[in-house]
Structure formats: structure tokens, C-alpha cells
């Protein structure tokens, strides 16, 4: 059924390709939903759970209201999203949030919050906290379906509160209009590197990286864990 809805909206590749791409997308997907993690008697599974949408169906049987606005603490900052899935025990007693890594490489360890760019487990916990408060035990886990690979996040209320302290000091920055290029902006395959001059990695950030530091000071701390 998806296969047949993403054929009749977008250009697929030919028919050989498509199939092996289908067949993967199957296997991973089995993978990711049958893992062993998660087949415990008095566990409900959701999937795609959606938070802070205003535009959420309320029909559906969602573990929360997805409608309700989720805020972080002390900021102007209203967050929205899907988490990729939520396995939750009947009495509350445990959450579990799953974020599904289906590109890339494993790595060899768990990279915790990588300098910025793996946030995704720490505002899915941040969330369920804040819209099931109830909830005893908080597990938060980033899941590589190509390899089983599982890694859960160590020290969850304490990174918590790091993202949430970055983001504060994001945030005041961006106030202050100091709307800086930040780590990555370098990469190759960065969306804004259109908006820096051609070639910016050779020349033009290097030179403007140390001006950017002094302004962003505390913020670069991130970067470099």
C-alpha cells in the first residue's frame, strides 16, 4: 500500500531497483517493529506518535492528547513532532522511546547528545515526561534495524537537562541576532550552504570560525563533546 501510494506520487527508479528497494524498506521495517526489546506481555506498542500538533487526529488512539502544546522549561519554544515509537506498559511503570537510525554506519559506541546533532532521544524523552509525568522509569534508545544495534541513552535526566540548557543559550543568542553558521555548515551535503560563498569550507569559514566562537561562546562547548 505505500509502495503503491509513493508510485503514484513520485518518480521511482526502474522496475528492478524499485524492487530491491521495496524489498529492503520490508526487511528493515521488520526488523526495527519485531525486535526483541519489545516483546513483553503488558506492553502497548505505538508507532509514528505524534506530540504537540495541533493538526493531530483526535480520533486516534494515541497515548496522549497529540494536540497539547509542549513547551521547554523557561523558553518561548513550543516543540512538535513524531516519535518513531513508544513502547509503554499498562500500570506506567516504564516507558520506552525508540529512535530508528536506517542510514549511516553503527558506530562502535554510543555517541550521547555527538556535539549537537543526535538530539532526537533526548526530546523524545523530554516529551513523555512532560505529557505522561506518571511514568516511573524513562528509557531512551537509538535502534539500527541493519544490525540490531541498540544503544540506550545513559544518564537520561542529566542530558535532558544539558539539551535543554544548549537550547536556552541557543535561543538568547538567536535574540541577540547572532544567527551564526554552526557545526556541520562545512559538510557537503548541509542544506544552508547555499546562503555562505562557494567554496566556504576552504576559505571563507575557516577564516570567520574563530570570530564566530567568541560570539557563541558557551554554545561551542556542545560541539566539541
Not at 13 to 36: F, K, N, Q, S, V
Not at 78 to 92: A, K, M, P, S, Y
Not at 172 to 187: F, N, R, S, T
Request: contains cysteine; negative net charge.
Amino acid at each position: 500500500m505505500t509502495a503503491r501510494q509513493w508510485e503514484s506520487e513520485q518518480p521511482v527508479p526502474p522496475t528492478l531497483i524499485w524492487a530491491a528497494i521495496r524489498d529492503e524498506a520490508r526487511g528493515l521495517a521488520l526488523r526495527a517493529l519485531t525486535h526483541d526489546h519489545v516483546n513483553e506481555e503488558g506492553v502497548r506498542s505505538f508507532v509514528e506518535v505524534p506530540f504537540g500538533d495541533p493538526l493531530a487526529d483526535a480520533g486516534t488512539a494515541y497515548p496522549w492528547d497529540a494536540t497539547k502544546p509542549v513547551g521547554l522549561p523557561g523558553m518561548a519554544l513550543r516543540i512538535l513532532g513524531r516519535i518513531d515509537r513508544l513502547d509503554l506498559r499498562e500500570d506506567h511503570s516504564l516507558a520506552r522511546v525508540t529512535d530508528y537510525k536506517v542510514t549511516g554506519a553503527t558506530p562502535a559506541t554510543d555517541t550521547g547528545l555527538n556535539g549537537g546533532k543526535e538530539l532526537q532521544r533526548a526530546v523524545y524523552g523530554f516529551v513523555v515526561k512532560a505529557l505522561l509525568p506518571e511514568v516511573k522509569n524513562l528509557e531512551a534508545a537509538l535502534l539500527y534495524p541493519r544490525d540490531g544495534t541498540r544503544f540506550v541513552l545513559e544518564n537520561l535526566p542529566e542530558v535532558m537537562d544539558t539539551m535543554i540548557r544548549y537550547l536556552s543559550l541557543a535561543t538568547e543568542l538567536l535574540k541577540q541576532g547572532y544567527a551564526l553558521p554552526g557545526v556541520g555548515m562545512e559538510d557537503e551535503y548541509e542544506g544552508m550552504r547555499f546562503a555562505l560563498p562557494a567554496n566556504c569550507d576552504a576559505f571563507y569559514l575557516p577564516r570567520k570560525f574563530q570570530a564566530r566562537n567568541e560570539y557563541l561562546k558557551e554554545l561551542v562547548s556542545l560541539w566539541n563533546d
